[in-house]
């Protein structure tokens, strides 16, 4: 079965791609302070505390739909009075 040249290059780059992520890199290990490698985690916070409440989806649609129709309505009077000036 022979491959199509693109097809190789693509797994090739995925081969290149992984393999650069196995790296050891010395530099990026060395940029924490002593301090900071021996600091405590900070504590841990509950989902409810960090995410705020959304208001259910029929809330929401109900409300879009209003604010769309009173939208439209405005516009519609504005083209309505533009209709007008100009005739």
């Known amino acids: 079965m022979t491959r ?8 090739a780059s995925f081969a ?9 890199d010395p530099e990026l290990r060395n ?5 900071l490698r021996n600091a ?3 504590p841990l ?4 505390d960090l ?3 959304q ?12 604010n769309l129709n ?4 405005t516009l519609q009077r504005r083209a309505d009075a533009l209709r007008r000036a100009t005739n």
């Open 70 to 73: 009173a939208r439209s309505n």
């Open 31 to 35: 940029q924490l302070t002593p301090e």
């Open 45 to 48: 916070l509950p989902i409810e």
């Open 51 to 53: 995410v705020s409440l």
């Open 4 to 11: 199509s040249p693109p097809l190789t290059l693509l797994c």
């Open 55 to 66: 208001p259910a989806p029929e809330q929401q649609s109900t409300q879009l739909e209003q």
């Open 16 to 24: 290149v791609a992984a393999l650069t992520g196995c790296s050891n």
């Open 40 to 42: 405590d985690y900070p």
